[in-house]
């Protein structure tokens, strides 16, 4: 591992040592009781800031990296993204290493009843304190919803179920001011984040205890800056 990404990761695994080491789940579950919620908004924001200024790969041994994490996991943060094949967290965020990130995908960040019983399980079981729905530049499934908005496009089979949850989020900016896919990525990325809050009891009473923090981003595929929007 390079010198910049080694010394980060210290930092990281430091921070997450008080929390996470002594409190442990049945099935090898660690807590990462220890960090706060604006404190792994501030990781996220600096890995994607080191992660632009210096994109290229870092080496890591594979074998070490995976026997830290074998027994146990202590994420800090849960990210919900598409499953667009460019847009990968792990990198995104500087290179974080496994059993940092907590992560659902599926096509157009949708926080369905599957992602939203994953996430309370990480907020409530592994004390993960941060919630971030990630949309992205030129979402293909967040366009196919702008034209069933717009052009009353249809798809067939599960793909148009699948759109009919991000076409409220189109309809809402349509006529909108600006690119019509980049306000309804954005819009979809805050309606998913508040459809968290409302659809779980469990995260919503943790927010309210300041335990969890719910944010939504957009990255953008050419500069690779991750644009916290709320």
């Not at 442990?24 to 996220?44: C, N, Q, T």
Request: with cysteine; glycine share 10%; aromatic share 4%.
């Amino acid at each position: 591992m390079c010198e910049n990404c080694a010394t980060w990761t210290r930092r990281g695994l430091l921070g997450l040592a008080a929390g996470a080491g002594a409190s442990m789940l049945s099935g090898g579950a660690a807590r990462a009781g220890g960090v706060k919620p604006d404190e792994a908004l501030a990781r996220l924001k600096a890995g994607n800031s080191k992660y632009v200024a210096a994109p290229q790969l870092c080496e890591i041994d594979p074998s070490a990296a995976r026997a830290k994490v074998a027994k146990t996991q202590a994420p800090w943060a849960t990210i919900l993204t598409c499953s667009d094949s460019r847009v990968t967290p792990e990198i995104i965020f500087g290179g974080v290493d496994p059993g940092e990130l907590f992560v659902a995908r599926n096509a157009g960040n949708i926080a369905d009843i599957d992602v939203v019983g994953s996430m309370e399980y990480a907020a409530e079981h592994l004390s993960v304190p941060l919630i971030v729905v990630m949309g992205h530049q030129r979402c293909g499934a967040v366009s196919a919803a702008c034209d069933v908005a717009a052009k009353d496009a249809k798809f067939p089979g599960a793909i148009g179920r699948m759109l009919e949850s991000i076409v409220p989020a189109a309809l809402n900016v349509k006529g909108r001011e600006g690119d019509f896919v980049d306000n309804a990525v954005r819009e979809n990325a805050r309606r998913n984040a508040i459809m968290i809050r409302a659809n779980s009891e469990i995260i919503a009473g943790m927010e309210k205890e300041g335990k969890v923090k719910i944010a939504y981003a957009r990255f953008d595929l050419e500069t690779g800056v991750v644009d916290f929007l709320g």
